[in-house]
């Protein structure tokens, strides 16, 4: 199940691809505005077979109800096997209500496919790693986006036909998006991210991350406490219930380390940790970490960042 | 003779029974450690609450009430007699009475999301709520699944992530905004209906101490999933249960000179 937003495909159904093509023959289903330009692209993917799209109107913003409609009727008619997507807001409404019409269970955020039953994920916010066998006739799953490296863009030479519309349902109504409008790099794919949190004290300080990020092209990430407390929006917020990171390199500022914060950036390749609490729990997990003053640190890594660049 | 015909109008409730489905999992502080023999997390003498978006639920679903919306909410939990506790603190903030579907499965592995919507839809069958307000996700097995399934068993409409829950003038139907992943939507669907609870929705009131004793005399209805007709057996096996991979210790830098050396020399910056 690929996804499209604001009439884009979403990247990270690159890495559902990849997930899906080590269990078997991939066939992309994408619907909503945006799917046939989607579709084409989706075709050159490599591992991709087939392309069904369809870009009826019951279908824009991933109205779980239409989706999940849409989602069975073509399992059935082709006798699909296995059903993966990547870990999303999209994919987390539709997937599981679709799964029932199968009498199966989802096997979530899958983090490692073992076998075409067999797959691990990541329970107690990371600390239980859980290896998991289906015996479900048709299986369903959603993928760790970090876990599986986008399958190539072209290569592929899949053949894009046009998806059977299921009949509209009509139960529940998209009303507004608020969306934040931004240019910056995308938090679950950048290979940098600056993250922040109570340590920054208000949303201006903000700043010192966004000019930290700017020169190394980072994301910058935050903590549930500053998303609470109105400092950031909603869409940067990085843990156990929120996204999950894994940059080649994450700075974490003025931030304690919760356990569920940490479970959204354990697996980053280097972390690097500024707080001036010798004792937060971050630097357990750090592999560089400094003891300072954030107001003082940040800026001037920021400055000799900056000058290299 | 003429006679006046008063016109009695009688203001007939719009009915709002809640139905809050509520797991007791770990303490959402405690350091989790697995079994050596790797069959699951060691939840011996290990601190057991309510899952933060069930309490989340609860307290949405008794907001409701006070706000003249709601006409009854329902707690409900799946699991061993000590889920009862868990049940009781639901009373403590204000549901009306509990129901507690009794099973000694492991409640963090066995006993899996597609049964527990099974089992929620069968007592909503049963107690014909308007409206289901469950946890978006449990801290133990980190699923965000149930909500979902519920919805889709029923054939209603569901909204997931919720961080604001509006109830139409008519009592009828409800506005939802949701955390999606680049901000917020919202969606709009008439009741019957299920809605998942997300972080920001609300901040969940401590139960005082008289609440804690008017829980006491609010009635715990016991069931089994037999007496419900549901099968709960698993079907995904679990294998083995393992600690993460730990990450080699770090070090600490002494100044920010020292921090971009360290980068540059292992090649990340």
Known sequence: LAEVYGGKLVPNTLSAVAAAAKIGEVTALVAGQGAKTAAAELAKVAGVTA??????????????????????????????THVVSATSAFSKNAIPRAAVAFDSMVISDVAEIKSEDTFIRNTYAGNAVSTVKSSDAVKFLTVRPTSFERAAKEGGNGSVSDAKDSAPKGSSKWVKDEVQKTDKPELTAAP????????????ENFKL???????????VGATRAVVDAGYCPNDMQVGQTGKVVAPNLYIAVGLSGAIQHVAGMKDSKVIVAINNDADAPIFQVAD?????????????????????? | QRRDMGILFVNIPVKMRVLVPVKRVIDYAVKVRVKPDKKGVDLTNV????????????????????????????????????????????????????IHVYTEMRTDQELQPLAVAKLIKAIAEKEQPELLLVGKQAIDDDCNQTAQMIAGLMNWPQATFASKVTVHEDKKGVD????????????????????????????????????IMK????????????????????????????????????????????????LKNAKII
């Open chain 2, 47 to 98: 601190k057991m609450s309510m899952n933060p978006f069930c309490e989340i639920a609860v307290e949405q679903a008794v907001r409701l009430k006070e706000s003249g919306h709601a006409t009854e909410v329902i707690a409900v939990s799946i699991g061993p007699k000590t889920c009862q506790e868990t049940i009781r603190t639901a009373l403590a903030m204000g549901a009306d009475r509990g």
């Open chain 2, 176 to 211: 939802v905004m949701r955390e999606v992943d680049g901000g917020m939507q919202t969606v709009t669907f008439k009741l019957p209906g299920v809605i998942s609870c997300d972080l920001r929705l609300n901040e969940p009131r401590y139960a005082t101490l008289p609440n």
């Open chain 1, 51 to 80: 392309v069904l799209a369809t870009e009826a109107a019951h279908y824009d913003h991933g109205l779980p109800e239409e989706v999940s409609t849409l989602l069975v009727e073509t399992v059935k008619a082709g006798n699909f």
């Open chain 1, 288 to 309: 560089y970490g400094l003891v300072a003053d954030l107001f003082d640190a940040v800026p001037k890594l920021t400055e000799k960042i900056g000058r290299a660049h």
């Open chain 2, 215 to 262: 829980a006491r005399k609010k009635t715990i209805e016991q069931v089994t999933p037999e007496d419900l007709k549901v099968d709960v057996s698993p079907r995904l096996e679990v294998l083995s249960v393992e600690e993460p991979p730990a990450r080699a210790s770090g070090a600490k830098v002494g100044s920010v000179d020292e921090l971009l050396t360290q």
């Open chain 1, 192 to 203: 940098i991210v600056v993250s922040g949190g109570r340590g920054l004290k208000n949303k």
């Open chain 1, 209 to 219: 991350l966004d000019d930290l990020a700017a020169p190394m092209k980072a994301a």
